[in-house]
């Protein structure tokens, strides 16, 4: 196996524990031997356990000596809550280890200096905008700013409504739409939503229909109180009810809870406030081939006055989810 092949089953381990690491990064890791083969695999823990490159060298065991890591990010050099992955590797007696994106936490940083100083060939692999745009970007976001991810997730019609002028919305987007999102909802850390999200519609704000481990942190934003018998106060998922409007406020609570990855989901006014602050990291869009010419719109006031003020965004993907459209977006990044 190769290294891009090698890289890319460590991407999909990193993959498949996304929603279970947080505030640690969800990291995967392969090891080849000398020969190239595959000798062992691994993905990060959760918080307290082992990183991924130690999983994977234990499954490897003695036949890593002499051959290579490949790890979704570069390896750890900092004795946290648990001994630095550098070490392990050094250990280990691998040869060769290639990462794909470096490590921007200044705490962990260095990895590969420390690895390259102590003999070993360490450097940048391949498919890293892969891992940047994929199971590391809320990860990598969190540890360069401090706060949590902010993903806008939300389905509308083609005229940009997302529900017809009587208040129904049900269903605007596919059932394949609806299953993906349920999916994506398994590997955040979190779903947020107004108050007047939950007295209007109710939701569950859960993973369902499909199996799941874990359900994501509920989040609800707004100074009032919420119905009795909510469903979101269940005890199918926790819920915390931050009684804020804002936007900082609300990031800060959520980074003291662990949280880095948020899916907004909420109404035009909470998703305006955010907006409006430059705190929606992601827009995901899933655009319905319906038409409606009436009803509420998917974003309230958000502090944009004339075009020239207008949110600017770079498309980075444009797909399609059954009949549905589905466009991920990021801000423009103002250099300066």
Known sequence: MNIEQAMALAVARSESVRGTTSPNPPVGAVVLDAGGEVVGTGATRPPGGPHAEVVALAEAGERARGGTAVV?????????RTPPCTGALLAAGVARVRYAVPDPNPLAAGGGAVLRAAGVDAEEGPLGLEV???PLRAWLHYARTGRPHVTWKYASTLDGRVAAADGTSRWISSAESRQEVHELRTRVDAIMVGGG????DDPRLTARGIPAERQPLRVVVGKGDLPPGA???DDEAETVHLRTHDPDEVLAALSGRGVVDVLLEGGPTLVGAFVGAGR???VLLYAAPKLLG???MA???AGVATITDAVGLVVEEVSMCGPDVRISAVPVVVSG
Do not use: K, M
């Open 72 to 80: 979704t990010l570069e390896p750890c050099s900092h004795h946290g």
């Open 132 to 134: 940047a745009r994929g």
């Open 197 to 200: 999200t939950v007295r209007a």
């Open 231 to 233: 469903r979101v106060l």
């Open 280 to 282: 929606v990291d992601r």
């Open 294 to 296: 009436a009803g509420p």
């Open 299 to 301: 974003l309230g006031e």
